[in-house]
């Protein structure tokens, strides 16, 4: 396997630090086209897919693909803004804002983002933190609960893309966080402050999205790692085990997945006659497809077609202050040991940066 060209290797050049936000992707546009382009590369990853390859490869060219694209293009249409994909655009502030956050707590660091899928993906991103001659690399992925479909994978397309580079950067990953008290704390402020202003539900439902059962049972440890989020965040909102529930959606094929399925089981609430449900998403940080159609527009249209009176959802911690503090809690634990603390004049200028962080990424707000 061939080298990419990289910069000659210069003597007393300062090693760098960067951090890599990586979320799953989006198309580039809600085209059937675009649609298609993005699920084939996504539906390709053996972690996402495990059937045999050739099988596989036969059900996503003749029936997935022909099928499910232009399906899915009219809802990705249903929630695509003027300036994009909500997910690239809330992953694109997010990044902006984590650098001022860790700028005001006196790191030096450069934070940006790659996608997992489509567009500004790993090996680009990668690729130019080279150039720019970054030497030490934090992968942050979008994803509070470990998985070998989406982790693992982000992981896979790192090592993948160094295994063609001579000179490679010193890398750190963050696993999970799916119990940190900061993300924690982070979920019980967003949902507080929102039933500050809409009032109570009559249950709590908890959708993460799902997974074939078959994972769990190999060892993925993703299933328990959502039921640990939801039951820390249900005690610190001081919550019975009969005021919310966990469920799981985005369901792919005729296999079992993880159980119960967020549409059967607010379908049920519905017809036991209870009258209003909020659903929060805790797995996703950025609202994107899965939460603002799926969630926000299918499960509330289930709901109230069984019976149910009031339907909310609850938006991902997107951009909210309590969030962007937590994020830069858990990325400032794992840059322990990296020289990227700053004193004097220079912490002073980050603070400053860190102000120009927070009014590009308002600017950016208002323009989206």
């Known amino acids: ?66 099928f499910r694209s232009s ?22 502030k997010q990044a902006l804002l984590l650098q001022g956050y860790l700028g005001e707590r006196g790191h030096e660091v450069k934070v940006t983002y790659a996608m997992r899928y ?32 989406t982790t693992a994978s982000n992981f896979d397309a790192v090592f993948s893309h160094y295994q063609q580079v001579r ?15 900061a993300y924690i704390q982070a979920l019980k402020h967003s949902i507080l402050h929102y039933w500050q202003s809409n009032g109570r ?11 074939p059962k078959a994972f769990l049972m190999r060892g993925d440890p993703y299933h328990c790692e959502c039921y640990k989020t939801a039951r820390l965040l249900a005690e610190q909102l ?29 379908q049920e609430l519905g017809k036991q006659g209870i009258k209003r449900i909020d659903v929060v998403c805790p797995g996703f940080i950025a609202d994107c497809l899965e939460t603002l ?9 289930d709901f109230l077609q069984a019976g149910g009176k009031e339907f909310h959802y609850i938006p991902c911690l997107n951009e909210s202050p309590e969030w962007l503090r937590a994020l830069a809690e858990i990325t400032e634990q794992h840059l322990i040991g990296w020289p990227t603390m700053i004193t004097g004049s220079l912490r002073e200028q980050l603070k400053q940066r860190a102000l120009l962080s927070r009014s590009e ?4 707000g208002a323009e989206h």
Do not use: C
Request: glycine fraction near 4%; avoid cysteine.
């Open 238 to 266: 001081g919550l019975n085990k009969d005021q919310y529930m966990v469920t799981f959606q985005s369901r792919l094929g005729r296999a079992e997945w993880l159980q119960p399925y967020t549409a059967t089981s607010v």
């Open 201 to 211: 539900p009559d249950k709590l439902v908890m959708s993460f999205h799902g997974l």
């Open 1 to 66: 396997m061939p080298f990419h060209k990289e910069p000659p290797y210069a003597h007393g050049t300062i090693a760098k630090t960067a951090v890599v936000l990586i979320n799953l992707g989006t198309p580039d546009a809600p085209t059937t086209a675009a649609v298609r382009r993005y699920l084939k590369e996504f539906l390709s990853d053996h972690r996402v897919v495990e059937i045999p390859r050739a099988v596989w490869w036969l059900i996503l060219n003749l029936i997935i693909l022909p």
């Open 167 to 181: 000179n490679i950067p010193e890398l750190r990953f963050i696993k999970n966080y799916h119990d940190h008290e």
């Open 293 to 301: 159609e799926e969630v926000a527009m299918e499960v509330r249209h």
């Open 71 to 92: 399906k899915s293009a009219a809802k990705y249409a249903s929630i695509w803004s003027k300036d994009g994909s909500p997910l690239k655009i809330h992953t694109e």
């Open 118 to 149: 489509g567009s500004t993906n790993i090996p680009e991103v990668l690729t130019k933190l080279k150039a720019e001659g970054y030497e030490r690399l934090l992968i942050l992925p979008a994803y509070p609960q470990y998985s070998a479909t």
């Open 361 to 364: 990424a308002k600017r950016l």
